[in-house]
């Protein structure tokens, strides 16, 4: 009986511990909702920086000025047919999620050239700004508009020059569905001029991170700010598909 009760409660036990760390570790975010950011243009000017923080997608409402806010309804709104959608219901609110979160800039770095970043500003998002992470000593390429196909990518605006900054940070990227993500300690180091062609594809910058430029515990991010456009067919977003280190 002794044994028996021991095993039981140690089950039980084991049981809570599971529940608990599984409790923790669900999803933890919610949709993106704030589609301007101005304050980061004046940090970038000033060189003085805010701590960003955030869980899961819409922590990269905070590495833009501005975000285009996605067009028609969710198909993860309330009403979501749950019960014959394969996925559980965290898995559904991480699709939610991300569909509000689509031209964030997650979609600048998922490695994905069909998805981008877009500015959510009236006109043509000229002086816009939207961050990265980089990593040292490597070309650093950027595909400068939509990515989807050659007709998207001329109907909307693509950027044609532009200011590459160059910042050091104390954290590196991170992403976590789960837990807070943090990005401090932002240091602007330069400033340089970029133009790009009007070509879908991911083209070098002539510039790089070099290591020596980062502090002890530094790590390499840069900021794109729209100078000049080339306009598009149809609509006025002007958008970047990736960044590729």
């Known amino acids: ?3 028996k009760s021991f095993f039981i409660a140690v089950s039980f036990l084991q049981f809570i511990i599971f529940s608990s ?4 570790q669900s999803y933890a975010g919610s949709p993106c909702q704030n589609y301007l950011n101005p304050n980061l243009k004046t940090e970038l000017k000033t060189g003085t920086f805010s701590d960003k923080t955030g869980i899961a997608y819409n922590f990269f409402e905070k590495l833009s000025s501005s975000y285009l806010k996605p067009q028609g309804t969710s198909p993860y709104q309330n009403g979501h047919d749950v019960a014959n959608d394969p ?6 609110a991480e699709k939610r999620d991300l569909w509000a ?3 964030t800039a997650y979609s600048l770095q998922d490695k994905n050239d069909q998805t981008s970043w877009c500015e959510g ?3 043509d998002g000229l002086g816009e700004v939207v961050m990265a992470a980089v990593k040292t000593d490597t070309a650093i390429s950027i595909l400068p508009g939509l990515g989807k196909s050659d007709q998207l990518f001329k109907a909307n605006n693509r950027v044609k020059k532009a200011n590459i900054y160059r910042l050091a940070a104390k954290t590196p990227l991170s992403f976590s569905t789960t837990e807070t993500n943090f990005l401090k300690g932002l240091r602007l180091i330069d400033k340089n001029s970029v133009e790009f062609q009007d070509r879908r594809e991911l083209q070098q910058l002539p510039l790089k991170f070099p290591k020596d ?4 515990n530094e790590f390499p991010w840069i900021a794109i700010e729209i100078v000049e456009v ?7 977003d002007t958008c ?3 960044i590729s280190d």
């Open 101 to 103: 979160c689509q031209y």
């Open 87 to 92: 996925d559980g219901e965290e898995e559904i």
């Open 230 to 236: 080339y306009p598009g067919t149809t609509y006025h």
């Open 1 to 3: 009986m002794i044994k």
């Open 121 to 123: 500003v009236e006109g």
């Open 240 to 242: 970047i598909a990736e």
């Open 21 to 24: 760390y599984t409790l923790a």
């Open 213 to 216: 430029l980062l502090k002890e």
